[in-house]
């Protein structure tokens, strides 16, 4: 690590670092901060990020709260070294992989494990970059699978990033279906069948042609995984753009980041009448749909019992 003094760093990025300055008093042989985070990970693998509580985990440990203050001075401090110890180091075989897209893969595959592990992860809000220890050495093997490929710093970051935001939505949705055969106590078959049942009542014609073509193919049947699929499609692309660039494509320019003004903007009353008026009118016209639905309903439950001549 570079060297920095830890009054420069927050105190959680300091801990993690094991830069922070110990406590000047409190039980010393008992207590530490390695502890403290085993004890609130696994009130968080047992009952989810809700169970954990600077009280919580101070009972847990059989101290009052104020004791782990002196640790670990703040709950956001404590979330941020929850989050390291989870996701711990990259397996070496990341490393150990032949070629940038199979050190991708199973980057790709090593994180989605972790959100399967602790789900809980995935509730813990994105505030930045990762600047701790283990997330530094995931985003370096990362760029390190790339290392030998013409893409630029800035491209390896890039896809980088984008292998680790595919793996956290594929982790965010095997979780919640992980999580509802648990409450459920169904099958993962029976989930998806109950699920493809609804689609199946709700979804008309008439008003979502396309999903309702893709329903009648048994889409949401099938037994291929629709995220390992689109994974597989983007590295093509990547490996697509390495190729064009070993011709001697040039490197396309990075467009800038998207922003969002929409909080600055709603202060104006006029942008906030335009969008009561659009809200208002996004329901009238849901209503309208309802509606013909049941018109249509109607009218062929009454040709349907029209006698034959």
């Not at 039980?27 to 919580?56: C, N, Q, T, Y």
């Not at 050190?103 to 813990?124: D, G, K, M, N």
């Not at 699929?229 to 692309?237: A, I, K, P, Q």
């Not at 909080?263 to 659009?278: P, Q």
Request: proline share 5%.
């Amino acid at each position: 690590m570079a060297d920095l003094e830890s009054e420069e760093l927050p105190r959680g990025i300091a801990l993690a670092w094991g830069v922070a300055a110990n406590p000047q008093r409190g039980p010393k042989r008992e207590m530490s901060v390695e502890r403290i985070v085993d004890a609130a990970v696994e009130l968080a693998d047992a009952d989810g990020i809700g169970a954990v509580s600077m009280a919580a985990v101070a009972a847990k440990l059989g101290f009052t709260p104020m004791s782990l203050y002196r640790y670990v001075s703040a709950k956001d401090d404590l979330l941020l070294l929850m989050e390291e110890q989870a996701i711990g180091l990259p397996p070496e075989e990341v490393r150990e992989q032949d070629g940038w897209r199979s050190r991708l893969r199973a980057y790709f595959e090593a994180q989605v494990l972790i959100y399967l592990r602790h789900p809980w992860v995935l509730s813990l809000p994105i505030t930045g970059s990762p600047i701790t220890p283990n997330s530094s050495a995931w985003l370096d093997s990362a760029l390190d699978a790339l290392g030998e490929t013409p893409l630029t710093p800035s491209e390896r970051l890039a896809v980088a990033l984008a292998c680790t935001g595919q793996a956290r939505w594929y982790g965010t949705v095997l979780a919640g279906y992980t999580e509802q055969a648990r409450t459920s106590r169904l099958s993962a078959d029976e989930i998806t069948a109950r699920e493809a049942a609804l689609f199946d009542r709700v979804i008309t014609a008439a008003e979502f042609p396309a999903l309702r073509a893709a329903i009648e193919s048994g889409v949401f049947l099938e037994d291929g995984d629709p995220f390992r699929f689109s994974f597989e499609r983007y590295l093509e692309g990547v490996e697509a753009y390495i190729a064009g660039l070993d011709r001697g494509d040039q490197h396309a320019d990075a467009a800038p980041w998207l922003r969002d003004d929409s909080a600055e903007l709603s202060a104006d009353k006029r942008v906030r009448a335009a969008a009561k008026s659009v809200r208002e009118a996004e329901k009238a016209l849901r209503t309208a749909r309802k509606e013909e639905r049941q018109i249509r309903r109607d009218a062929a439950a009454r040709i349907t019992a029209r006698p034959e001549k």
